[in-house]
């Protein structure tokens, strides 16, 4: 992987100089790097970094006030999120967003939904195209269920899951949409030792599968463990950037996390 | 849908289709047939209100303004142009999805309290339509004599004729709404309903859907306003106010806002206590309608239905 | 027509639009109180008005007070009634949804329509204006006596409430329970206290505008809905939560319709309001004076 991550042309998404503002408040101050295809990236830095805004930059919840962002060599910067969903990000959320009162089941089958393609009427009146559709997304969603583990739980409602599987259940969510990078943010978030250990080798099984991985993650161990290279910020800059032992051993994070942090 | 589902679907449609049967040999309920029309008609409404507010989770105020539109578009082309009713009804549902869909995508981006304001003020910026433009609308003395339905060269002439008809029609348009719920479109409206950032970062298009289920709504709310016309044959303004937008929520929400079976509960529930039982209580059924709004929102809030159905046990994370 | 008529003319639909839109800002400020401290949108803000007016007509009518009495015991009343509806109702939806708490206020709302029709009937009553005299005669246009009072009224519930906010620790503590009702409830606000006060102030603001308008206009149990939603108009378009903004887009809708009903159609000046409604809704959800970004913080 060290050999893939230094080739610039591979970056599967590329930040040139992103900014964002809420009205005097500066949360960007210009972030710019790259993220090769095939890694796990993590993105780290204290409470208030501006991590969080900056997913949701990538994802399309916000747009940046100033800056590019390049997906596929494409600029997706503006573009409203189900367009980005649909081109092949898709994230999870630093406070669990399942749809809680629909079924697990329900929740995957909702990430089917930009590679799908029924509407209203095909719908209302059951033409045997939807139907067809219907029951590929039914077992399609059945299958990334089996991949995060979460089969014997299907027809409960998500809300009824603890905390640690609805995490689970919000990765299987986004894996529906069937990324080609995924955004986590936060999934280590509120889990015991155990389920940690459990979510980064699921990480590190997707990352298998080819899909490019990007988390925000403060759980350092985990971090340390499963990315191949680390972005960290602070204040809203970009501070540094290198793999796991670059980056435990450099000045600027330590005094960031140390110090002013 | 689901067998459950299927099940009470046959059920509600076996006592709708024996209904007249059981009443109709009765001379003291024997007119209950004709207020059955009437909710068969509102429940049209009730279901695009079910969709849109239930699941979809989005509020209107202006129902009662599409259920206008259709109502007057099939009175004026009829009555004044003598047109087939069976043209004017789709011409009614266009308009109304025409308005729908224009006011739709501005109005669906404000939520909550913002998005109920917007549409109350489109709502009453059509009944001052309908009071005002007397020429075509015959003002706040509405319009009279206008022309019944054939249906396949029958004339429904009588009560019970209109009442099959009409709950006929109910059920192919609870159908087409539960087969839309139970398919990807059903789904991405809930979640929008629930979740509606998380939707969006799924690939679901919000601002779209929304738009679509109040379209919908509004061609539900129409094709029932053309029904009403031809089964009443008279029609005023009173009829479409801010009032009638509210009384089919509070139709939805009495049954269960989140279940197409709550709506025809709460709808034929509601026709009966507004078109019979408060009769003694004259004008003033206003205040039974407030204090009933109150009552459910505060304390049942999900409506009858959830008086049989197991809640579900969700953390909330 | 010569010009001075023509000139007078205009001058008289001016001072009725500033009469009527003057009204509609007391009844905007309503929305923003209640607003500003809890993120409700009160539906039933424009009862509120029609409560003060019958209420007014009743205590100067039927009990045959002074004219000022009756003001000042309207809007006690009405603010009781607006006391009542927190304690009883609101506090109870407490962990209700959005779109219950809009059914809920509503619902309070039809059933204050309801009541008063009940004591009321369906005939609009009138009440004597607050000082007798001819109107005055300005450059041709007659300004009823009763308008100048509704401006002082209108005046003194501007400069009551600016001083209320910005002087007094009631005043500064719902501003802070506002903001951000935790840290104000950590800091020892008492925020429901101050929630129940929101509900009282504004149900006796909308009351003082029903009272002052209703020599004017008479009041009838079924004119709460509109005046509500012209006053929510003004809200929106002056920035909800901002009472300077209030007063602009509440002069700036009363002189849109009064120059409708003067000019384009009378029938048709209701729904002038609604279309600015919309349009503020559609297009400037901010309002002219609110900020877009704090609008789009506030959904983050």
């Not at chain 2, 009403?228 to 929520?249: A, D, K």
């Amino acid at each position: 992987m060290d050999e893939r991550s230094k080739r610039p042309h591979a970056a599967l998404l590329q930040l040139r100089n992103v900014q964002m503002q809420f009205g005097g408040v500066t949360a960007l101050k210009g972030i710019s790097y790259d993220v090769p295809s095939g890694i796990v990236q993590a993105v780290i830095g204290p409470n208030g970094a501006g991590k969080t805004t900056l997913f949701h930059c990538i994802s399309g919840l916000l747009t940046p006030t100033a800056g590019e962002i390049l997906f596929r060599g494409l600029p997706i910067g503006g573009l409203p999120p189900h367009r980005i969903a649909g081109l092949g990000i898709s994230r999870t959320f630093q406070h669990v967003a399942l749809f809680k009162s629909m079924t697990v089941l329900e929740n995957v089958m909702i990430g089917r939904h930009p590679r799908t393609f029924s509407g209203f009427w095909s719908a209302g009146l059951r033409f045997p195209r939807m139907r067809r559709e219907e029951r590929r997304i039914l077992e399609e969603a059945g299958h990334y269920l089996e991949f995060v583990g979460l089969s014997g739980e299907r027809d409960l409602p998500a809300g009824a899951l603890p905390l640690g599987k609805q995490k689970i259940l919000e990765i299987a969510r986004a894996l529906a949409t069937q990324p080609t990078l995924l955004l986590l943010d936060e999934p280590a978030g509120g889990l015991n030792m155990r389920e940690t250990e459990e979510l980064g080798e699921l990480i590190l099984r997707i990352c298998e599968t080819g899909i490019t991985v990007t988390l925000v993650e403060h759980d350092m161990n985990l971090v340390m463990e499963i990315s191949h290279r680390i972005l960290v910020i602070h204040y809203g800059e970009h501070l540094a950037t290198g793999t796991p032992e670059e980056i435990k051993d450099h000045p600027a994070v330590i005094e960031a996390y140390l110090g002013g942090g | 849908m689901t067998r459950k589902d299927w099940r009470i679907f046959l059920l509600t449609a076996l006592l709708i289709a024996a209904f007249p049967w059981m009443v109709q040999p009765v001379k003291a309920v024997s007119h209950y047939v004709d207020v059955m029309v009437f909710a068969g008609i509102f429940a049209l409404v009730c279901l695009g209100v079910t969709m849109l507010m239930g699941y979809a989770g989005q509020v209107s105020m202006a129902q009662a303004a599409f259920f206008g539109i259709g109502a007057y578009t099939s009175a004026i082309l009829t009555g004044r142009f003598a047109l087939d009713p069976w043209l004017a009804m789709p011409a009614g549902a266009s308009l109304a999805a025409l308005v729908a869909w224009v006011v739709g995508i501005p109005a669906l981006r404000l939520k909550g309290h913002y998005l109920a304001m917007a549409t109350l003020g489109f709502g009453v910026i059509v009944h001052i339509i309908l009071n005002e433009e007397v020429e075509w609308t015959g003002g706040p003395s509405g319009m009279a004599d206008l022309p019944g339905l054939h249906v396949l060269g029958w004339k429904l002439s009588t009560e019970l004729a209109w009442y099959y008809f009409v709950w006929g029609t109910v059920f192919l348009a609870l159908l087409f709404c539960f087969h839309v719920l139970h398919s990807r479109v059903g789904r991405a409206l809930r979640a929008i309903h629930e979740e509606e950032s998380a939707a969006e970062a799924m690939g679901v298009p919000t601002a779209r859907y929304k738009v679509q289920v109040f379209v919908l709504s509004a061609v539900l709310a129409a094709v029932a306003g053309s029904l009403y016309t031809h089964f009443v044959t008279c029609l005023n303004p009173s009829s479409f106010n801010l009032m009638w937008s509210i009384r089919f929520i509070l139709m939805v929400m009495v049954g269960g806002m989140q279940s197409l079976w709550g709506a025809l509960l709460g709808t034929v529930l509601m026709t009966f206590v507004g078109n019979e039982w408060l009769h003694v209580f004259a004008e003033f059924e206003i205040l039974v309608y407030g204090a009933i709004l109150l009552v459910v929102a505060l304390f049942l809030p999900k409506g009858l239905v959830s008086l049989f159905t197991r809640k579900p046990i969700v953390h909330n994370a | 027509m010569d010009s001075f008529s023509l000139g007078s003319a205009l001058l008289q639909y001016t001072v009725s639009g500033l009469t009527i839109g003057v009204i509609y800002a007391l009844v905007a400020i309503g929305y923003n109180i209640i607003y500003n401290v809890t993120e409700i949108i009160n539906f039933a803000q424009g009862e509120f008005v029609m409560l003060g007016g019958l209420f007014a007509v009743f205590f100067a009518q039927s009990l045959h007070l002074p004219i000022f009495l009756a003001f000042v015991a309207a809007i006690g009343l009405t603010g009781l009634t607006g006391f009542a509806m927190e304690r009883l109702v609101i506090r109870r939806a407490r962990s209700s949804t959005v779109l219950s708490l809009i059914i809920i206020t509503i619902a309070v709302s039809i059933l204050l329509k309801g009541t008063a029709m009940f004591w009321w009937g369906k005939n609009p009553y009138s009440l004597p204006p607050f000082s007798s005299g001819r109107p005055f005669i300005v450059l041709g246009a007659a300004i009823q006596r009763q308008a100048v009072w509704i401006f002082a009224v209108s005046a003194i519930v501007v400069v009551c409430l600016t001083l209320f906010f910005r002087r007094s620790a009631y005043g500064k503590a719902m501003l802070a329970s506002a903001d951000n009702p935790s840290a104000a409830r950590m800091v020892g606000i008492p925020v429901r206290q101050m929630v129940l006060l929101s509900f009282t102030l504004s149900a006796a603001i909308g009351a003082a505008a029903g009272v002052s308008i209703t020599p004017i206009s008479l009041m009838e149990y079924d004119r709460g809905a509109l005046l509500g939603l012209k006053g929510f108009g003004a809200a929106v378009l002056g920035g909800l939560g901002q009472f300077f903004g209030a007063l602009v887009a509440g002069i700036v809708l009363g002189l849109a319709e009064s120059f409708c009903a003067g000019y384009l159609s009378s029938g048709y000046k209701d729904a002038v309001a609604l279309v600015i409604l919309l349009l503020a809704l559609f297009f400037k959800p901010e309002g002219l004076f609110g900020s877009r970004e704090a609008a789009k913080l506030k959904r983050f």
